[in-house]
């Protein structure tokens, strides 16, 4: 994986419908169905429907599931898409953390690369979902990481970085 730039308002905008988008297709679909099946099969006696109100909710979840696989290939989710992807690869590397971390501090290149790609990950995932509470802490977290590159006499890149990178350390 590659971080590539994106435009911020479009992916902000683009996220923004997708979330709306899923809120509305929930709502709409599970009461439909749980409102249909408590007309159908509720129970007027106890009043104990919580079963059609789950099925209401999966097969929100459902229609949800089958809108994304329509369209989660269209260009309107491709900076949706992208850092699902990022995020998603940050995790993998997270999991992976103490092992890297602890070859980082060995000066092990692989290490240096892993977390050089994830700090520069972080910060433009960050500065996409105006997450700047932490932003001054992970800008001395590159600092300290840029020290150490400098140190050693490495050049390192975000285009260095490979997903089997963190199998090969973590193995």
């Not at 929100?60 to 260009?75: A, D, R, T």
Request: aromatic letters at 8%.
């Amino acid at each position: 994986m590659q971080l590539r730039e994106i435009d911020k308002a479009t992916y902000r905008k683009r996220m923004n419908i997708v979330l709306a988008g899923t809120v509305i297709i929930l709502l709409v679909t599970s009461l439909t169905v749980s409102n249909t099946l408590i007309a159908a099969f509720g129970s007027d006696i106890d009043g104990d429907n919580f079963w059609w109100n789950i099925t209401g909710v999966l097969a929100g979840l459902s229609v949800i599931g089958l809108v994304y696989k329509i369209f989660g290939k269209s260009p309107f989710m491709a900076e949706v898409n992208y850092v699902r992807s990022l995020k998603a690869e940050m995790n993998r590397i997270y999991r992976s953390s103490k092992k890297i971390n602890a070859a980082l501090e060995q000066n092990d290149k692989t290490a240096i690369i892993i977390s050089y790609f994830n700090l520069q990950a972080s910060k433009q995932v960050y500065q996409l979902d105006n997450n700047t509470l932490t932003m001054d802490e992970l800008n001395e977290k590159i600092r300290v990481l840029d020290a150490q590159i400098e140190s050693l006499g490495l050049e390192v890149t975000t285009d260095d970085y490979r997903p089997e990178l963190v199998k090969q350390l973590s193995a």
